[in-house]
C-alpha cells in the first residue's frame, strides 16, 4: 500500500485518480483548497494551499508519490507553473516520486514529432495546453534526483466527456494514442487506471507518456 498525496483531489483527473488510489486499497489524501462536494470514500481531505509547500509539510510527510492535478483555471490561472516550481523543490531529493496530470498538446503526433501544438491550437485552449507543455520543461530540467512521471492525455479528456471506466487502454510512449476511427478519447477513469498503474509498477521513471483508448 502506498501514501499518495493528490494536490487538486477534488477536480476532475485529480478526483478520479484519488479514487481509483483508494479502490485499490491505497492510502490517499487529498489537498485543494475547496472543500469536495461529493467525498470519496477511503479519501482524507485536506484544505491547503500548494504555493505554500511548508505548509503541507506534514502532509507530505512519508508520502510515496505526490500527484499534481493542478489546472491553470481559476485562481490558479496564473500561479499554476509556480506551484508546479513549488512541488519540484519540495520534493527533489526526497524519495517522494512526483506524479503529473499533463496536457494533449505536447505529446508528438507521430515518432519524431512534431508535437500536436504544433499543428495550432485553437486560441480558446493555448493557456491550458502551454502550462501543460511549460509543466514538462520544469520536469525535464529538475535535478536527476527527482523521480518524475507526466502522462499526457489523448486530444478528448474533460469533465464534458467523463465516460465508463474500462480498466483497458494504451500507452502510446510519446505519441498521441487514437482509435481505428481516429478518435483520440479516454474516460476520467480510465486515465486514473493507467496514472495508478504507474504509481504501482513504476515503468516511467523521469518520463512522460501518452494514454488512450
Same mark, same amino acid.
Given at each position: ?12 483527473? =485529480? ?21 469536495? +462536494? *461529493?467525498?470519496?470514500?477511503?479519501? #482524507?481531505? %485536506?484544505?491547503? $494551499? %500548494?504555493? $505554500? ?8 510527510? =512519508? ?25 519540484? #523543490? ?16 505536447? +505529446?508528438?503526433?507521430? !515518432?519524431?514529432? !512534431? ?16 502550462? =501543460? ?6 520536469? #525535464?530540467?529538475? !535535478? ?11 486530444? *478528448? ?12 487502454? /494504451? ?18 477513469? $480510465? ?16 518520463? /512522460? ?5
Amino acid at each position: 500500500m502506498a501514501r499518495i498525496i493528490v494536490i487538486g483531489g477534488t477536480g476532475f483527473a =485529480g478526483g478520479h485518480i484519488a479514487a481509483e488510489a483508494a479502490s485499490r486499497g491505497h492510502e490517499v489524501v487529498s489537498v485543494s483548497r475547496s472543500k469536495p +462536494s *461529493e467525498p470519496i470514500a477511503g479519501v #482524507q481531505y %485536506v484544505q491547503g $494551499d %500548494v504555493l $505554500d509547500a511548508a505548509s503541507l509539510a506534514d502532509t507530505f510527510a =512519508g508520502a510515496d508519490v505526490v500527484v499534481s492535478a493542478i489546472s491553470p483555471r481559476g485562481d490558479m490561472t496564473d500561479s499554476g507553473l509556480d506551484a508546479v516550481r513549488a512541488l519540484v #523543490q519540495a520534493l527533489t531529493g526526497t524519495p517522494t516520486r512526483l506524479g503529473v496530470v499533463g496536457g494533449a498538446m505536447g +505529446s508528438l503526433s507521430a !515518432p519524431g514529432g !512534431p508535437a500536436l501544438w504544433d499543428l495550432g491550437v485553437p486560441e480558446e485552449y493555448r493557456h491550458e495546453a502551454k502550462f =501543460g507543455m511549460d509543466s514538462l520543461d520544469i520536469l #525535464q530540467a529538475s !535535478p536527476a534526483d527527482l523521480d518524475w512521471f507526466y502522462v499526457h492525455p489523448p486530444k *478528448e479528456f474533460g469533465a464534458w466527456a467523463a465516460g465508463e471506466r474500462t480498466g483497458s487502454y /494504451r500507452d502510446g510512449g510519446e505519441v498521441f494514442v487514437e482509435d481505428a476511427d481516429g478518435r483520440s478519447y479516454i474516460s476520467g477513469a $480510465d486515465y486514473a487506471v493507467a496514472f495508478v498503474d504507474e504509481i504501482e509498477n513504476g515503468k516511467h521513471r523521469r518520463e /512522460r507518456f501518452t494514454v488512450g483508448y
